[in-house]
């Protein structure tokens, strides 16, 4: 009777054996979480139940799906589902479309007959929002130089920034400076031709001033002719 009696106690106060395991998933998923039994054979079918909060001494606290081992009979919830085999032991619990409320620790408990029979595990679901990762900047930049051989060389950069886009967003084409490429081709021609104009004015200026210059010397021969 004095061993008895311990043995008793000692599974008074240690319980069952309880397994669990840890389910991560993002906001808007269907989670998963596994739990099932040994079957046989059609006399190994039977009852179960999942529940909010670690498995009790019996039941389920706060129950959230009860079967009979054949079918579910109870549901408190249209997204707690079980989309497993019943008829094969696979009681696994499908959370559709998850929410952050539905973090926490889950009980499934699987009815064995006889005392302290039992199989139950606790599972820890942590939901997480989804992240929402954005682009970095994108710079491109291209550099133009006047042909080689011309009198004077010339170069100017254009930079063209795409501004950072959500990964939730449309991509939308970035403003630049010019509106399309034809606009861009014009304002290089343009800064080609200023920068070849400017040696063609300073030879014309120059050929003025010598031509004035030689003016002035026959001028003056010729006053000097007429002295004479």
């Known amino acids: 009777s004095y061993f008895c009696m311990n043995w008793i106690l000692l599974i008074l106060f240690t319980g069952p054996t309880v397994s669990g395991s840890l389910v991560k998933g993002k906001v808007g998923q269907n989670i998963t979480v596994p739990c099932s039994y040994s079957v046989t054979s ?67 408990r699987v009815e064995i007959s006889g005392w302290f029979n039992d199989r139950t595990s606790n599972h820890k679901v942590v939901i997480e929002k989804a992240r929402i990762s954005t682009a970095s900047p994108h710079t491109y930049t291209s550099e133009q130089t006047s042909a080689p051989g011309s009198t004077s060389e010339s170069s100017f950069t254009i930079t063209r920034t795409w501004p950072s886009v959500s990964a939730l967003e449309t991509p939308q084409m970035a403003s630049g400076p010019c509106s399309s490429t034809s606009d861009c081709l014009d304002v290089s021609s343009n800064l080609q031709n200023a920068s070849v104009s400017l040696p063609r004015q300073q030879h014309s200026e120059n050929g003025l001033y010598i031509g004035i210059g030689l003016c002035a010397v026959l001028l003056a021969i010729l006053i000097l002719a007429l002295f004479l």
């Open 42 to 108: 059609s006399q190994d079918i039977t009852s179960m139940c999942w529940g909010r909060d670690s498995c009790p001494v019996s039941k389920c606290y706060r129950p959230i799906i009860w079967t009979d081992g054949w079918q579910v009979t109870e549901q408190s919830n249209s997204r707690y589902m079980l989309k497993g085999d019943l008829l094969k032991g696979d009681v696994s619990l499908t959370i559709v479309n998850a929410e952050e409320a539905d973090s926490g620790t889950y009980c499934c």
